[in-house]
């Protein structure tokens, strides 16, 4: 019986730093005079392809599982919202 190796987390994270591209912006909350002040949205693109540490099951269940957000250059895309978020824990 073949043996399957789990993900290679220190490659990934890896791969991650190495490969993405990161940009920050202002996030368009309602709010009072200071909510726009400060960068509080993050903009990240992975390319897929370069995704190191991940076995060929791992890497095909992440194309269908974030299918919507991954592009035709098979670049995943995420938002992250700092309001959002602080909004999600309440």
Sequence with gaps: MATIEPMNRAKLHESIINNSQMTFARSGDNGGQNVNKVNTKVHLVIPVTSLGGLTDAELARLR?????????????????????AARAAC
């Design 64 to 84: 269908i599982k974030f299918a919507t957000i991954i592009n035709k250059e098979d670049c995943l895309f995420l938002d992250v919202d700092d309001a959002l």
